[in-house]
């Protein structure tokens, strides 16, 4: 199975943006969070598993968290996800999904990872794929995760985790194992001390800048979500940090990393001005200097509206609207999934 650039964009859309999502630009849900205990949730999940069996639990999981927040389902899938791995073991992978931002491939795919070590990764990214078809992405995606967890965090850990990703079948330039390995070092969310990975004020184009191909351009597309993220928690408000981010995509000479970098801008844009079309062309044009950048921000935060990222759907044409020629017919094309409107010289 291979994939094109574009196609390996549009399926990791989705992914892209959960972590954004618990920053600042989700809506606020009225419901109010309910206070768990992970022991006390996985040993619940593991009861019903046992009873019902995976299917049907993680049917019962849907129902129950559909009024809590993206952040208090996400956690759930998690919860839920190392309990089916420990009642029904690395058989029952096919029953996570993409729901809740994936939780389930993370959390299950992490603990047979630290259970079986690098010997089952192979097997584990043949199970993803012979059984989840068009879902086999994102649940290599979740051995990315798992990869790091387990090897480490150090940068000697992260070349190793890319390593064995780059040997994997049916892997792909931007998502897949490299997009988890990526997420997870950076945001590092199986890590025993859940939080942010430090170092955006001493070098923010780590580790990207020390890496070279086939790591930089994943490297470049993920990068902006810790950007974001690691500016919203000093407290720099949404724009100016988009505004950095754009200086910080263009300090990578090469046109390739350029565009991976306003890509991967693009994908998190929506869910970081509460899924507003009109806000998100805005902040894309903040952040660019040419018409190039802007297209590239502009048509895959345009794509997210239009394929639902985050779980969000939107009008995809007012983030194309007021590009002017072939820019705005390709940011339309990309948002709609049509691949073959090009720019000669410009969108490769």
């Known amino acids: 199975m291979r994939i094109t650039y574009r196609e390996t964009v549009l399926l990791v859309l989705c992914v892209a943006a959960l972590l954004v999502v618990w920053v600042s630009g989700y809506p606020k849900s009225t419901h109010t969070p309910v206070q768990r205990d992970l022991a006390a949730e ?6 019903r598993i046992a009873a019902v069996g995976g299917v049907a639990a993680y049917t019962e999981l849907a129902r129950e968290v559909e009024p809590e927040t993206p952040q208090e389902r996400h956690a759930q899938a998690h919860y839920f996800g190392g309990a089916l791995y420990d009642t029904e073991g690395v058989e029952s992978v096919s029953v996570c999904d993409a729901q809740f931002s994936y939780g389930c491939f993370h959390e299950f795919l992490g603990r047979a990872i630290a259970e079986n070590g690098l010997p089952s990764v192979a097997d584990l990214n043949q199970k993803c794929f012979d059984r989840l078809d068009e879902q086999g992405l994102a649940c290599q995606h979740g051995i990315g995760h798992g990869l790091v967890s387990y090897l480490g965090y150090d940068q000697k850990d992260l070349v190793r985790a890319l390593e064995v990703c780059r040997d994997l079948p049916h892997g792909d330039p931007i998502g897949g194992c490299f997009g988890g390995v990526f997420m997870e070092f950076n945001m590092r969310t199986l890590a025993s001390e859940n939080g942010l990975r430090p170092g955006f004020a001493e070098d923010p184009t780590e580790p990207c800048s020390a890496l070279r191909s086939p790591y930089q351009q994943p490297c470049l597309y993920w990068q902006p979500q810790w950007w974001y993220q690691s500016q919203h928690e000093a407290g720099v408000g949404v724009q100016d940090a988009f505004f950095r981010i754009g200086e910080l995509c263009r300090s990578f000479n090469d046109a390739s990393l350029l565009r991976a970098c306003f890509e991967g801008t693009g994908n998190i844009v929506p869910p970081s001005v509460e899924f507003s079309e ?40 007012v983030v194309c609207a007021g590009l002017e020629g072939p820019y705005h017919e390709y940011c339309v094309a990309y948002a709609e999934n049509r691949f073959n409107v090009l720019i000669p010289g410009i969108l490769p």
């Open 42 to 47: 996985e040993a619940r999940w593991g009861a």
């Open 278 to 317: 009109k806000r998100s062309a805005e902040v894309c044009d903040y952040m660019a200097q040419t018409p190039t950048e802007r297209t590239y921000c502009r048509a895959v935060a345009a794509n997210s509206f239009f394929n639902g990222g985050a779980g969000k759907r939107g009008d995809s044409l």
